[in-house]
């Protein structure tokens, strides 16, 4: 039965099971929310990857069709192009006129050095009048070209449009030419250049580039007589390019190239920085669009890729991906509010649930902290009804009550058995060893083996046989040398294990050799500090220090390690405290000779004159036990003083 003065208080033992253990109302209210977040995440994610595919693949198709229109228009800006090269090509007027041209300029620059008549000079400018109106016919009323100039081999060009009549030129000083006198199958397009003729008659003041197409010029004959330049301004060429870049709503970019990977569009394009997206066009010369990871920026683009068999040119959309999915993300944000504002109701809505199913449990609780040991069975106390609405713990109230009655006869039967518990307690203590010990004894002497350490392993073997030899002995209580000298064999086994790293020290009084103490109290302290001290660099120091101070004894294991944590310090004297408190031995720790178990054999030989104290020492920690000087080193009188626990 509890002790009268504890009336109103808790048991330890519930406080500890309080403690442990989480309530059924926690448990029901975390198991639901933990439904409703893992679902609602699911389906949160779910859609975020069906609408982010879904406005990828609508991008997708929108950059593909973007992309497909641009190249369409600057296809059709070329054909023009090349629609009015073809024209002054096969227009034999202008065949006949550039020859009569041609020969007329030469013969009136041989004539003016005779002095001739001025006749064959009208002749040229009439034929020269002729020409422009003949071009200008090949051009067309809509004018889809800015300029068209008829270049000779030698170092004379004639032009129509903006820049009219005759002037001479020096073919080495022309980049094109050399490539269009090679390119005899076809066109050959040009990269833009600034035109600094064609800027005047535009009222901007940024400087135009133009592009021109060439193509070689033959006579009746099937034989080149000259080239044909057809010019154009480059803006309008790739107006569609242009506003595309200006207007789009990603920030997208705009890479037109051509076969040699020369960047034709824009003109201010840092080649080293567009190369690695000038690699996506296949072999075969199609289209396709690619997912890109640049290195440089750390970002994934979207490209749109379009290449052209009548330019030879490429066109490629590049989309940053955070950029084309940025209204996804927006999106994200919002849903992810109101999805917070959601599922915060449906968890209060599981915790209103775990409490209507657990206030039942709770009277059940209320009933049984106000029934004592004396009542159960008891015939004269009448049993409360539950009524909580629920049938299962209706019926588990009434067994409840049931079950008291039983509890009362199974009490009496415990009180029995105590004291054998106790004794059986004590025997299992003294007998528990640490297996790490013996493992890594075993693994050293193979290490020292395959060394042929062999002197090493004679005295290593000897102090092992010992140490084992008097472990297994018969008997719980040892003379303290006895003790004193198996805990040095430990010690001298581990030294022969760390070497120099371990340095160890034995101070004891000689008065306590002879002192009777528990067996296997010392040792299972020094391997304690020997645990802890190795978890830091070496050397590490370990002093075993025996005094008696009045009519008590006390022994004192010191180490340089870091110490108790404050954490496990408040855990062991809680535990020391709840023994203390109680009169209740907690059950048999099986899985090491810790320092509870310790104190529980000093408890158990010297009741509350037992000496255990934990000090941290800023160097280390110390380990103190001790008892009293009775006969035999075993208290027979067990005083009702406190422990002396610190």
Same mark, same amino acid.
């Given at each position: 039965?509890?002790?009268?003065?504890?009336?109103?208080?808790?048991?330890?033992?519930?406080?500890?099971?309080?403690?442990?253990?989480?309530?059924?109302?926690?448990?029901?209210?975390?198991?639901?929310?933990?439904?409703?977040?893992?679902?609602?995440?699911?389906?949160?994610?779910?859609?975020?990857?069906? /609408?982010s595919?879904?406005?990828?693949?609508?991008?997708?198709?929108?950059?593909?069709?973007?992309?497909?229109?641009?190249?369409?228009? %600057?296809?059709?800006?070329?054909?023009?192009?090349?629609?009015?090269?073809?024209?002054?090509?096969?227009s034999?007027?202008?065949?006949?006129?550039?020859?009569?041209?041609?020969?007329?300029?030469?013969?009136?620059?041989?004539?003016?050095?005779?002095?001739?008549?001025?006749?064959?000079?009208?002749?040229?400018?009439?034929?020269?009048?002729?020409?422009?109106?003949?071009?200008?016919? !090949?051009?067309?009323?809509?004018?889809?070209v800015?300029?068209?100039y &008829?270049?000779?081999?030698?170092?004379?060009v004639?032009?129509?449009?903006?820049?009219n009549?005759?002037?001479?030129?020096v073919?080495?000083d022309k980049?094109?030419?050399n490539?269009v006198?090679?390119n005899a199958a076809g066109k050959?397009?040009?990269?833009?250049?600034?035109d600094?003729?064609m800027?005047?008659?535009?009222s901007?003041?940024?400087?135009?580039?133009?592009? +021109?197409l $060439?193509?070689?010029?033959?006579?009746?004959?099937n034989?080149?007589?000259?080239?044909?330049?057809?010019?154009?301004?480059?803006?309008?060429?790739?107006?569609?390019?242009?506003?595309f870049?200006?207007r789009?709503?990603?920030?997208?970019?705009?890479?037109?190239?051509?076969?040699?990977?020369?960047i034709?569009y824009p003109?201010?394009?840092?080649?080293?920085?567009?190369?690695?997206?000038?690699?996506?066009k296949?072999?075969?010369g199609?289209?396709?669009?690619?997912?890109?990871?640049?290195?440089?920026?750390?970002?994934? !683009?979207?490209?749109?890729?379009?290449?052209?068999?009548?330019?030879?040119l490429s066109?490629?959309?590049i989309?940053?991906?955070?950029?084309?999915?940025?209204p996804?993300?927006?999106? !994200?944000?919002?849903?992810?509010?109101v /999805?917070?504002? %959601?599922?915060?109701?449906?968890?209060?809505?599981? $915790?209103?649930?775990?409490?209507?199913?657990?206030?039942? %449990?709770?009277?059940?609780?209320?009933? =049984?902290?106000?029934?004592?040991?004396?009542?159960?069975?008891?015939?004269?106390?009448?049993?409360?009804q539950?009524? +909580?609405?629920?049938?299962?713990?209706?019926?588990?109230?009434?067994?409840?009550?049931k079950?008291?009655t039983?509890?009362?006869?199974?009490m009496?039967?415990?009180?029995?058995?105590?004291?054998?518990?106790?004794?059986?307690?004590l025997?299992?203590?003294?007998?528990?060893?640490?297996?790490h010990?013996?493992?890594?004894?075993?693994?050293? @002497?193979?290490?020292?083996a395959?060394?042929?350490?062999? !002197?090493?392993?004679?005295? =290593?073997?000897?102090?092992?046989?010992?140490?084992?030899?008097?472990?297994?002995?018969?008997?719980?209580l040892v003379?303290?040398?006895?003790?004193?000298?198996?805990?040095?064999?430990?010690? #001298?086994?581990?030294?022969?294990? $760390?070497?120099?790293?371990?340095?160890?020290?034995?101070?004891?009084?000689?008065?306590?050799?002879? &002192?009777?103490?528990p067996?296997?109290?010392?040792?299972p &302290?020094?391997?304690?500090?020997?645990?802890?001290?190795?978890?830091?660099?070496?050397?590490?120091?370990?002093?075993?220090?025996?005094?008696?101070s009045g009519?008590?004894?006390?022994? #004192?294991?010191?180490?340089?390690?870091?110490?108790f944590?404050?954490?496990?310090?408040?855990?062991?004297?809680?535990?020391?405290?709840? @023994?203390?408190?109680t009169?209740?031995?907690?059950?048999?720790?099986?899985?090491?000779?810790?320092?509870?178990?310790?104190? @529980?054999?000093?408890?158990?030989?010297?009741?509350?004159?037992?000496?255990?104290?934990?000090?941290?020492?800023?160097?280390?920690?110390?380990?103190?036990?001790?008892g009293?000087?009775?006969?035999?080193?075993?208290?027979?009188?067990?005083?009702?003083g406190?422990?002396?626990?610190?």
């Amino acid at each position: 039965m509890e002790n009268e003065n504890n009336k109103g208080t808790p048991p330890a033992w519930r406080q500890v099971m309080w403690t442990k253990h989480r309530n059924i109302r926690s448990i029901l209210f975390s198991t639901y929310s933990f439904i409703i977040v893992i679902v609602f995440t699911v389906l949160v994610a779910w859609f975020y990857l069906w /609408a982010s595919d879904l406005l990828r693949k609508n991008a997708t198709d929108t950059l593909e069709s973007m992309g497909q229109s641009m190249q369409d228009n %600057i296809d059709s800006e070329f054909h023009k192009l090349n629609d009015v090269s073809l024209n002054v090509m096969y227009s034999n007027l202008v065949k006949n006129h550039f020859q009569s041209y041609l020969s007329l300029t030469t013969n009136s620059g041989a004539k003016q050095r005779e002095n001739v008549s001025a006749t064959s000079a009208e002749k040229s400018v009439q034929n020269a009048k002729e020409l422009t109106d003949i071009l200008t016919a !090949a051009i067309g009323p809509s004018r889809p070209v800015e300029q068209l100039y &008829l270049y000779d081999f030698k170092s004379k060009v004639y032009g129509n449009g903006f820049d009219n009549g005759e002037r001479s030129y020096v073919p080495q000083d022309k980049p094109w030419f050399n490539t269009v006198i090679n390119n005899a199958a076809g066109k050959y397009i040009a990269l833009p250049v600034p035109d600094e003729e064609m800027s005047r008659f535009i009222s901007s003041q940024e400087k135009q580039f133009s592009i +021109s197409l $060439f193509r070689l010029f033959y006579d009746n004959y099937n034989t080149p007589m000259g080239i044909i330049e057809v010019k154009q301004y480059f803006n309008r060429i790739f107006k569609s390019a242009i506003d595309f870049t200006e207007r789009n709503p990603y920030q997208a970019k705009v890479l037109v190239y051509n076969n040699a990977n020369e960047i034709i569009y824009p003109t201010n394009a840092d080649k080293e920085r567009y190369l690695p997206y000038m690699q996506y066009k296949g072999a075969d010369g199609t289209a396709k669009d690619q997912i890109f990871y640049n290195q440089d920026t750390g970002e994934k !683009a979207l490209l749109s890729l379009h290449y052209s068999d009548f330019t030879g040119l490429s066109t490629v959309i590049i989309v940053s991906e955070s950029k084309l999915l940025s209204p996804l993300f927006t999106f !994200a944000k919002r849903t992810v509010l109101v /999805a917070l504002v %959601i599922l915060l109701l449906a968890i209060l809505l599981s $915790f209103l649930a775990a409490k209507r199913i657990t206030m039942p %449990i709770q009277k059940i609780h209320r009933s =049984m902290r106000t029934m004592r040991l004396e009542d159960l069975g008891s015939e004269r106390v009448a049993v409360p009804q539950l009524n +909580s609405g629920l049938n299962e713990l209706d019926q588990l109230y009434w067994s409840f009550m049931k079950m008291s009655t039983r509890l009362k006869q199974s009490m009496d039967e415990l009180l029995m058995s105590q004291h054998q518990e106790l004794q059986a307690k004590l025997i299992a203590l003294q007998t528990q060893m640490n297996p790490h010990f013996l493992y890594n004894t075993l693994t050293t @002497i193979q290490v020292m083996a395959q060394e042929n350490m062999n !002197a090493e392993i004679v005295a =290593m073997t000897e102090n092992m046989s010992d140490f084992l030899r008097y472990f297994s002995a018969d008997g719980s209580l040892v003379a303290l040398k006895e003790e004193v000298l198996h805990t040095r064999k430990y010690l #001298e086994i581990n030294q022969i294990r $760390f070497g120099r790293k371990l340095h160890f020290e034995f101070d004891i009084d000689e008065q306590l050799t002879e &002192l009777r103490i528990p067996k296997l109290i010392i040792q299972p &302290l020094v391997e304690n500090a020997l645990k802890f001290a190795t978890k830091h660099q070496p050397p590490w120091t370990i002093h075993v220090r025996g005094t008696i101070s009045g009519n008590h004894w006390q022994v #004192e294991v010191a180490d340089t390690g870091e110490g108790f944590s404050e954490e496990s310090l408040h855990v062991l004297h809680g535990k020391i405290k709840e @023994i203390d408190k109680t009169n209740v031995l907690p059950l048999l720790q099986l899985n090491g000779m810790g320092l509870l178990n310790i104190y @529980i054999r000093m408890k158990l030989m010297y009741g509350n004159d037992t000496i255990f104290r934990i000090v941290n020492d800023g160097q280390g920690a110390t380990v103190m036990i001790g008892g009293t000087l009775s006969q035999g080193g075993i208290n027979e009188h067990h005083g009702h003083g406190g422990t002396a626990v610190s």
